[in-house]
């Protein structure tokens, strides 16, 4: 069954001093906290529903994008960015691969100083440690995935 993605209660955490409970009050929270997203062995999405919440969560987008955590274990993080028109992301690296799949709209992606011209459909992957750097010419909805490399156990 694919759940859609729904934020529906403001956290904050516990004012008990030692209690990591959560408790759903008014906060500056938008979602539930990540020990109560991430917990389950199993995770599906409707990212169609996902990017509409996304859109209308107040206070979200001050620099023209949106963004949120689907799914985060170990080193591996999903997540589902939303972009205005015109908007970007600084260049940057991650010491990890990177996953862009742009499900709505079209991006420009400079890897490395290659230009990457994405549309809706498309998937670029990316090594680890690639600087890369991201412009909306157009409103666009992308899922990014890393995964962050994990070190070799010491050898014995």
Known sequence: MIVPYICLHRWQPSTKLGDSSMQQQNSD???EP????FSAPQHAFDLAAAAATLSKEPGAGEAGRRQTTLYKHGGTTVALFLFGRLTHLAPHRTK???TIHVLAGHLRITADGTEHALHAGNLLVLAPEVEHSIVAPEESTMLLTVHLLTPAPAAS
């Open 96 to 98: 990890g691969t990177v």
């Open 29 to 31: 929270h938008l979602r």
């Open 34 to 37: 990540p020990s109560a997203r």
